[in-house]
């Protein structure tokens, strides 16, 4: 049996953007995409801690070192400039993994949404 796991997160980060012309996705600043080891296109959870309001989306990069939080398209109408989201990705693993798997939690500060040391 296989079983779906989260595997990356990034807790607590600042949306700096809402686009809602954009096509669709999560624009992330490059450093939190390599920080937590995501994958360009890959399927991600945002949950919003302002409004509770979870959604699924795709990682799309944005520029390195700019802080750069995005939600754009459909995504725009659920978080606005200002909110706290955690972005979760999920793998599938089958359980004996699971049960040793260490997930990959990153902690960037709140306020810019750059890594700390």
Known sequence: MRIEVMR??????????????????????????????????????????????????????GQRGSGQVCLNGPAARRCQPGDIVIVIAYGQMDLEEARSFKPTVVFPDTATNRLTA
């Open 8 to 61: 990356a997160k990034l807790h607590r980060i600042t949306v700096t953007e809402a686009d809602l012309n954009y096509i669709g996705s999560i624009t992330l600043d490059a450093d939190l995409i390599e920080a937590a080891g995501l994958v360009i296109g890959e399927k991600v959870q945002i949950v919003n801690c302002n409004n509770g309001e979870r959604i699924e989306t795709y990682v799309i990069e």
